[in-house]
DNA sequence: CTGAAAGCGCTAACAA
DNA sequence: TTGTTAGCGCTTTCAG
């Protein structure tokens, strides 16, 4: 008894026809008479032929294979974001049937572009250069969550300037004028663009801006914490604070819990994600959310596009986050 | 110009070698002539030469990547373990040049096995017909962190057990009585063999177990939080809780101080894990420390070898985890 | 609608 | 140490 893998050549001979049948069975069943696909799906399933997925792409087809490049910094996993991620591209490759590979970027370059039909990159830290390289193999790549204004690529991205302008303006026409900022990490461009956006949104109330409330906590609950210690040790403390993540805006509630401090009465607080764990805490977060599902949806059709049409081209696009009001911000 | 993909024949055109020459400077340069070996280094250099992989594999080469399932069960990815899990993975994977590529099981087996050299599954949750399927079609497999006794398969796994039973046993050895339980998800086997190790030791130490101190809260802080709950609204109280997570302890610690319940001179707490983060929380968590890094390299090492050496054989093998005894646990 | 045949880019005998 | 050559399993013209 003879343990070789199963080949077209089997299945072909079983179903007695060619292999180049057999080939199109697997490819684009509808050219096939009836009768003869019908043999061949009942051959296939009783030979339990899986054809190999490298033979099929180095003869030209397709791997239905997508690859997603996460950066890898510290606590990744522990973010809502990243999981949204992977949860909403997962859901809308599903659809189509196709497969994810999730490489972590952990400093060091070793994806195989070769494995996969296209790439979507989660964001670009630290790993322009892997960017700028499948590029220059001829893999076709989206990026999302970050505007990449000088390499051709295609994005799809959130306003986050926009999400962060609104928040703080939110907070300013409920009278707050002294409104701290927890940063997120400047080396990921939506901290910076929030940092901006809330900067701007004073400075058109004519609020100036005072570094000693803006606190770069880098999306970490542990510089959430600190940053709020020290907040709540100025002169003149804050009455509102506006986060650049959910996950520090629900730090900042634990902070207010334990300190006593009355949430909303003595401090408001917008948060930015929509993480829906912090919908159903003890308070209710008023934050600003990010269209992940949306982004990952686009994004995939994007680069769908740009694999099967020989003439698509680079696509950008810029999705608007929407403020939710909830519980956390009060009256002045 | 033409753009077409460089492939081994330009390399060897222009190095004046031939193919197989090239083909040796990628598997087995040792092999060569310093001089061509050098020569070839240049061209590969010069014209940017990537081989592709799978026309590598299609060779009979390998691909040098390892495929990654991970059960997708909610909340995966605010696990300690998964990302342990996958750090550990990584570094160990680093070390041989081997890539990683990770899929999450969300109840769809269309894992693309043909695209690595093998597979680890992080634990077996709803997929055993994905394993399954797998091992028929010869792909090497190893598990991690599940003991798969009735399909021929290698492992690596935790005495879950024993370190349930020595948590609690240290427990009833300060006096306790009543210690309750908080269980992880049953479907996972180590929750299970943890709340079987917790039984164990409560009956050899003449302690009658008893169901109203066991709550099954699925390692999420939401049901940990209940469960404490509801514990705590019993005519007696425990004075110890041994928990299935550090992540469910965390969420005791939690409960603990918003009740004003002293920790540990009320209520001690013993969890699972080793997670760093709660060891430098308010508290300092006394647990159980499961030796993920050294499971995570062993399985590398297992499954590397099963797919290099033609007779190497399934192996399992089961580690210790060790109680790292900090502050949370007093005598009665 | 179907089959024959020419590769896809690479590895690994086999010879030299 | 090196080159020649026969595939690996599949897709895709091109005829029929």
Known sequence: MDSRRITI????KEAG??????????NNPTSLRKENRE?????????DYHPLLHAQKLAGGKLNTFGLIIPGYEGIFYSFYALEMIRGLGSALERKDIDLHINIFWNKDNF??????????????N???QLLRLLKQGTQVVVINRKVSDIEVSFVGVDNFKGAYEATDFLIKHGHKIIAHLAGDLKVQCAQERLNGYKEALKDNNIDVNNK????????RVL??????ELFSLQKLPTAVFCSSDEMAEEVLHFAREKDIEVPGRLSIVGFDDNPRCAYDNFSLTTVRQPIAKMTSIAVDILDDLI????????????TPELIIRDTVAFL
Do not use: C, H, P, T
């Open 9 to 12: 050549l089997d299945v072909a």
């Open 17 to 26: 026809v060619s292999i180049a049948s057999v080939s199109r069975f697997l």
């Open 39 to 47: 043999k061949i799906a009942q051959v296939v399933k009783k030979l």
């Open 112 to 125: 195989k572009n070769s494995l996969v039909d296209g790439v979507i990159f989660a964001d670009i830290i």
């Open 127 to 129: 790993n322009r250069a």
């Open 213 to 220: 409330y803006i606190k770069v906590a880098n999306f970490s």
């Open 224 to 229: 959430a914490r600190n940053g709020m210690e």
């Open 308 to 319: 099967n049409n020989k003439d698509a081209s680079i696509r950008r696009i810029v999705l």
